[in-house]
T-cell receptor, first 113, second 114 residues
Framework: AQSVAQPEDQVNVAEGNPLTVKCTYS??????LFWYVQYPNRGLQFLLK??????LVKGSYGFEAEFNKSQTSFHLKKPSALVSDSALYFC???????????FGAGTTVTVRA | NAGVTQTPKFQVLKTGQSMTLQCAQD?????MYWYRQDPGMGLRLIYY???????DKGEVPNGYNVSRLNKREFSLRLESAAPSQTSVYFC?????????????FGPGTRLTVL
């Protein structure tokens, strides 16, 4: 069975500081990994994905994520956070031969001005 | 392209009432999914349709039924609503069941069961 853990319910950072949202996963075989963002009363928006190849993946709005196979992690990062980055972030994983995407519980990011 | 659309946006039901949540996508995707979102629990898969003509149970299918009406449309039915089904429901679609592409989500339906 596949699963995702987001160990922090909340992350608080000051605007301009680096932002990291943690994610670890468990899957049989190689994974497809995704990050989504949800703004209040909205659906989920895709940020970035890891399929294969380079471990550092760049995505929308200046976000990037690093795939670490040995630590089974896929942490989301942004070098300089903006107040507008305040939202709920979800990590998700799928096995290559699995139809279903499994989501973490989500991390609420608050960026203070 | 409208992407993934869902109706209604909001709904209040009394216990025991039935309703159908509608979902449609205009991206020619083969796979469609229904999730529910509850605080602190992320998104949990209710049912999915890997391709037109097929449907399968997800993690939390009890109390729900689905219909893949055609390639575009995938509906979720609550036959006898219960307060435990109060949630936000999201429909999603993907190019194909084993595609590495991301899923696209609709705006959600906020359902309250009294």
């Amino acid at each position: 069975a596949q699963s995702v853990a987001q160990p922090e319910d909340q992350v608080n950072v000051a605007e301009g500081n680096p932002l990291t949202v943690k994610c670890t996963y468990s899957v049989s075989g190689n994974p497809y990994l995704f990050w989504y963002v949800q703004y209040p009363n909205r659906g989920l928006q895709f940020l970035l994905k890891y399929i294969t190849g380079d471990n550092l993946v760049k995505g929308s709005y200046g976000f990037e994520a690093e795939f670490n196979k040995s630590q089974t992690s896929f942490h989301l990062k942004k070098p300089s956070a903006l107040v507008s980055d305040s939202a709920l972030y979800f990590c998700a994983v799928r096995g290559l031969n699995d139809y279903k995407l499994s989501f973490g519980a989500g991390t609420t990011v608050t960026v203070r001005a | 392209n409208a992407g993934v659309t869902q109706t209604p946006k909001f709904q209040v039901l009394k216990t025991g009432q039935s309703m159908t949540l509608q979902c449609a996508q205009d991206m020619n995707h083969n796979s469609m999914y229904w999730y529910r979102q509850d605080p602190g629990m992320g998104l949990r898969l209710i049912y999915y349709s890997a391709s037109e003509g097929t449907t399968d149970k997800g993690e939390v299918p009890n109390g729900y039924n689905v219909s893949r009406l055609n390639k575009r449309e995938f509906s979720l039915r609550l036959e006898s609503a219960a307060p435990s089904q109060t949630s936000v429901y999201f429909c999603a679609s993907r190019v194909g069941p084993l595609s590495y592409n991301e899923q696209f989500f609709g705006p959600g339906t906020r359902l309250t069961v009294l």
